[in-house]
């Protein structure tokens, strides 16, 4: 049957309308209570009680509109979120949105807070120390430091990561406090088995019985049993037990110690030497007592065969003493046996070399000479030349004489001046500048020819020399003799020709312009005293006492016309003199060879030196530029409002501009700068430097006077006083004053320092090399004896310990730049030779350099400077340990300001606040990093390179008597570079 359809319902659909609500209904306030109606009527009478019940209600009424407010944003969330999503309202006016975005800022916060708290905590010197209330303080500080909001939002979110964080930095503090007493218990358990073994093995030797191997292993066996019954895991124990005893049989070399790990210990089936994890350990030392063992005799028969020698050159030079004075002299025959234990020949060679300097009257080949002379430079000894000598190679006793002191002298020097960095360094370029340019003329195997035979001789003896008659100088004074002698040894020879003129040589050329300056003098003094000539036909009567030969005393008492003329301050000028004594200079320098200037300042300085008046030759001033017409002389008072703008500055703009780089000076404040960045200046040492001073509004008195407190100051340990951007020291500033005629009352402004910088480049040779006289290597060599901060052509600094700020590319680009005067792109040049990143750093990882430039950009350039910020004694056992460490390194760090401290926790390199290199109530650092530099002069962490210099540091301490903290010495934390002074 059909069913009914059903009826089709008609509606309007219902749409939700939101509309707000205010659902927040006060609650209904209490009844009110008697003592309420007794309130409120004694307020009508006291003021004060009216007050409080007033404030009373508008603080509840406060709140519950806040309250009012929450209610209505929670219950039109939706609205707000709609408004703000359609631009309607501004994210910043919705209380949702900025109560949303303030909790997830804590919640971040939270999450890196966490972090950051992971990080300082691995870094707090107390995370293993026993004090909770360390840790307490440390957690407390953290936090309140580190949380410096009070908006309850932001709390909201971060409070919860606070709760966590709380609970885990306890839990995890209990944890290492729990593995650090465990560990040092275990520790300590170990330490006492290594004292057990000590005391065995001494006990051994003591009672010359020997180790008691059981009696050893009982009590061993006693100890462990206590360990493990307080609760140290076996493992853990047994691990630090076989460390232990293979430790001790590697230190007393006893391999026996080792059959005590073939003991199987309770707990264990198998011997522990046949544990795989011990196993290795035993073979391991088995290898390792076998390389001591070898090298303990390498030692023993090295030190024995140094010992035999130093006996046997001890008998031989008495030997050679002896006949060295007298051929004939008796030498006692137990003094011949104990010889002959060395030397089986003995008695022959004796014989032998009695005989040749007794009968053998013929000369010395001088080839043979010349070779003994490349041996005794090499190494020779006394028994070398008594084996010569018997040989009869040698076969004057005074030639035996002299060979046989050079030997020995030489022999002796080794171990001291000659044996110095600086003076091995010259004897190298003496070979190199000496070295035939042909290299198939080279007859000499190690390229040492005769002309650097002599120079070597030359070098060696003027220092062997100089040391005899001062036996107490310094290492300075040393340093100071050895460049001096090395800059005449270097004058005297010719690069192009590679030839050296010796020190006979140069006598004989003295003795030759002597003579001929006598003779000048003497004919020059007849002239001036019967000016007239006499007539061809009437022959001169000779004067008594003038003639050729004598001295320039005699004719300053007999002429005194010629005196007159030869006894200024300055050689006179030709020009000026008299006709008659001009041609008389002529002719007598034509004879000699020189020119008439030369034989005139010949005369000149010999008349000086008779009237014991200063005999040097002043500087002769530099040629006149292309413009000097138009430009006042350099080397007159000039207005500072021009000279900095003069050709000549700008001209040699380039060197000035280098040398105000590796000085140092243009770093910091370039005119005004002192030695070390002023810290002489007050006598106060402050950050690395000392107060400023306006050098350029001092006048030149003033100077003088500052350079004077400087020198006096008991600090000034490099012993100078240099000033401004050339770094002048007191005693050149002096002699420029009076070369000059500068007065006290100058102003030491920029523009006199530029004008004295190039007096000095003059006297090192400026005109001689612009003018192509003089080569760049010896123009460089110049310079490098004047600032020592420029490197000699070798690359080398010409003063020990002395760092250079640049390479020779350097100061090529420089004198490439004043040629071509292309002044900018020459500093461009030099700023990429001496600064680039690549140089000091290249051995840095590149992710790592950035900071090291930060920290510090010129390691090199800056050691100096570094070095004196730190404690005088411990500087002086770095510049010791700089002597003898046989490896080149710099002051990495030394007075840290507290910036910087922090910078080094943040970067890993330090892990404390409290370190020695913040500055002491006297201003200075008790700690420094040392930093090994490779042969290229870059910094380079090699842990080889690093333990020389620890051990060079121990050896320099122990040497000046001071106790130092060595940071290669920590346990937990080695750092290698670090050295402090002992509090």
Known sequence: MARTPTPEIQATPLRPVASPVESYVRPAEPSRSSLHDVAQGLAAFDTGLKTWLQKREQEQDKADAVRGEAAFNRNNQAGWAEAVATGAVPANASPIFMESYKTTQGNHMGVRLREQFNTEYATWEGRNSDDPEAFDTFLSDFISTHITTDDPYILAGLNPHIEALTESAYQTYSTDRANTIYNDHVGTRAAVVGDMIDHASIQGVTLETG???????????????QALGSGIRRNDYDKQLVAAIAAKAIEHGDPMLLELLDETLPGY???????????????????????????RMTDEAARQEAEDEAHEN?????????LAEDPNAEIPEEVIQQWSIYDPEARTKLAQARNTLLNDSTREDPADLLIIERAIQEGATASDILEWAADGIIKDPQTFRTLLDRANRREEALAGILGTQTARRYLATIKERTMPTDWDEMFAPDGLTDEGIEATRDFENMLLEWVIDNPDATAFEREQRINEVAEIIFRRIDQQERTYTSQADADAQRAEQEAAANEMAGTASEMLQDPQPASPTEPQAEEPGVQAGRTVGEMAEEAQRTVTIFSGEAPPDLDQIDETSRLIIEQRAEDAGVTPEQYRDFVWQYTRRSLDLPSDLPTPPPPPAPQSQANPDIFQPTSSSTYSQTPEVQSRAPLLDLIGHTEGTDRQDAYNETLGYGILVDGVRSGG???????????????????TQMLRDPDNEWDSSAVGRYQIIRTTLRGLK?????????????????????????????????????????????LAYEWASLPLATGMGAYEGQRV?????????????????????ALDAIDQVTSEPNVAYANIEDWERPRFLEWNHDPVGNHEANLATINPTLASVVRRAQEIAGVDFVVGSGLRDEDLQRKAMEWGWSKTMDSDHLATEEGHSDAVDLWPLDPNGAVKFDRNLQMQIVEAMRTAAAELGVELDIGADWQSFQDLPHFAVRA
Do not use: C, H
């Open 805 to 825: 700020g640049t390479d020779t590319n350097g100061l090529m680009s420089a004198f490439a730049a004043m040629r071509n005067g292309s002044g900018n792109a």
């Open 314 to 322: 001890a008998i031989v030079r008495g030997v050679m003493d002896a």
């Open 269 to 295: 089936d198998v011997a522990l030497s046949s544990l795989p994890e011990y196993r290795d350990i035993k073979a391991n030392t088995i290898d390792a007592l076998e390389v001591e063992a070898r090298r």
């Open 738 to 782: 009076r070369e000059l005629g500068l007065t006290d009352d100058m102003k030491f402004n920029p523009e006199l320092q530029d004008r004295l910088a190039l007096v000095l480049l003059e006297r090192r040779g400026l005109s001689e090399w612009e003018a192509g006289r003089l080569s760049d290597e010896q123009f460089q060599d110049n």
């Open 211 to 225: 180790t008691d191997y059981d009696a050893l292993m009982s009590d061993i066996l006693a100890e462990r049993e």
């Open 689 to 707: 430097r000392g107060a400023d001073v306006d050098l350029t509004n001092m006048t030149l008195g003033e100077i003088d006077q500052l350079q």
